[in-house]
């Protein structure tokens, strides 16, 4: 019975040897069963403003290129979703036809947008509605204006934003973006100014929420904010950008009181800020303003010194950030968010200014009314979403081309479990008291909402959300998810 078992074993092993040494020969037959094609043209239509390479430049493929016919189907699917996210266009599809046996024409149509646009402003000037609410829906907490938008400039994808606003905050923003300085479509610039004064000030954060003064008189804080970035682009899912940026802060000695905060800048009544930064950027989402399904992430690393008139600290800074993105079945789906960010500790202290974590930009939900600052946080968000309406081609009271105009429209159920948590080692007890109980504390919030998606770019988000502290919040959010 042995050696039937080792004859046995030693003829499936010759077998096993022979299929492996053999195996680089096998793909002549399936090869065979495969079908390929060469791209003949790629026609586009409908670009009546948009020059050819823009488009162009989105499509994973290229003219006389020989592709698998499985694979340029799955090539066409994201070269669309690659043009809707240049946001220049309504509608686009990517599509091909086999003109005679083997060679293919690529058709590429877009329903471009109104690109020139005198948008106005009316927003809130605190950081959430539930903020506002607890100011008591004061209008003069509002910020209001015009920002003028010459989108696609020149035909280019060239962005001309001019923004002029009033109001709590007045504000003169100007923004350049040109994303194609050579013929090859890799390398760009993006510059921006702007000047912002406001006669109100959070000085100081205690008891988890921001202290507010104002003099109704004096202006306390002008802030003149430049950015200057180099752009590229090394293929169609992979940006970077190297930037320079340069603030100048005043405040009014008010303050700088000790009555207010002597920390708010580094010292005295100025601070000038200077970072050199690195962002990488890849991009695999169908939408990145409202993601169903693919993944992206970033990374930022920056350098640079904070200086007053008698000091100056070193700064380091990191942040990383990914989402996921899944269909799980039909019309259900999953999302996933992770951030990182942090910085170094420098002598004698980050001032307040320059101190800011969770609560602001980023945030658990579940606590939009609360501020936690640090030198470092994580975030973690997951998303369950339902389509209650999906891609839904509304009809809108607008012709375009003497044509009646319809939008992409949907409707999302989202459910949500959001952690967070701040390292803050600057304020501790007692040489700062402020008794911000949410600091390296693991901050829990989930919840529930609608989320309202219009032209694929314009979200409204209605969300409830309960926190571990027992509070439960209502927020509405004209901002694009995660």
């Known amino acids: ?17 022979l299929i492996t040494l053999l195996s680089p020969l096998a793909p002549k037959t399936f090869a065979q069963e495969k079908h390929y094609v060469m791209i003949d043209s790629i026609s586009i239509e409908g670009n009546n403003h948009t020059k050819a390479f823009v488009i162009e430049r989105e499509l994973l493929f290229k003219k006389t290129e020989i592709y698998e016919v499985g694979e340029l189907a799955e090539m066409t699917k994201n070269s669309r979703n690659m043009i809707l996210n240049t946001n220049l266009y309504i509608l686009a599809d990517v599509t091909w036809i086999e003109i005679k046996p083997n060679h293919v024409i690529v058709f590429a149509k877009v329903i471009e947008k109104w690109y020139v646009w005198p948008v106005p402003i009316l927003k809130l000037a605190d950081r959430n ?20 938008n010459t989108n696609n400039f020149r035909g280019r994808n060239e962005t001309l934003r001019v923004t002029l606003i009033g109001g709590y905050t007045k504000n003169i923003t100007v923004q350049y973006l040109i994303p194609f300085l050579d013929k090859t479509g890799k390398v760009g610039l993006d510059l921006s100014s702007s000047y912002r004064i406001n006669k109100e000030i959070w000085y100081l954060t205690r008891n988890n929420e921001l202290q507010f003064y104002q003099n109704f008189k004096d202006i306390l804080i002008r802030r003149f904010e430049n950015n200057f970035a180099l752009t590229t682009r090394r293929n169609n899912y992979i940006t970077e950008r190297f930037e320079l940026e340069y603030n100048l802060i005043k405040i009014r000695d008010t303050v700088n009181s000790p009555n207010l905060n002597p920390n708010f800048l580094l010292a005295g009544l100025k601070q000038q800020e200077f970072f050199v930064r690195h962002v990488f950027h890849y991009e695999r989402r169908d939408n990145k303003f409202y993601p169903l399904n693919g993944y992206y992430f970033r990374n930022e690393l ?32 999953l999302s996933a968010y992770g951030k990182f960010k942090g910085s170094n500790e420098p002598f004698p202290y980050i001032p307040y200014n320059n101190f800011k974590a969770l609560g602001y930009t980023d945030h658990v939900r579940g606590y939009e009314q609360y501020v936690i600052d640090g030198h470092a946080f994580v975030l973690a968000k997951i998303n369950l979403k339902f389509a209650l309406i999906h891609q839904y081609m509304l009809k809108v009271p607008i012709k375009l081309n003497k044509k009646t105009l319809r939008v992409p429209f949907g409707i999302y159920l989202n459910g949500y479990c959001d952690y967070g948590k701040v390292w803050n080692n600057q304020w501790k007890a007692p040489t700062y008291n402020y008794n911000n109980t949410l600091i390296r504390q693991d901050l829990i919030g989930y919840g529930g909402g609608l989320d309202f998606v219009l032209m694929n770019d314009k979200v409204l988000k209605l969300e409830y959300s309960l926190n571990k502290i027992g509070e439960g919040n209502f927020n509405m959010n004209l901002v694009k998810t995660f």
């Open 129 to 148: 509605f539930k903020q506002w609410a607890e100011k008591d829906y004061k209008l003069n907490r509002t910020e209001y204006g015009v920002r003028l």
């Open 302 to 333: 920056g350098v640079g010194s904070i200086n007053s008139d008698t000091s100056n600290v070193e700064m380091l800074r990191e942040s990383f950030e990914f989402g996921l993105y899944k269909r799980l079945y039909k019309k259900l789906y």
């Open 1 to 17: 019975m042995t050696r039937v078992f080792s004859k046995y074993f030693s003829i499936r092993l010759i077998t096993l040897l």
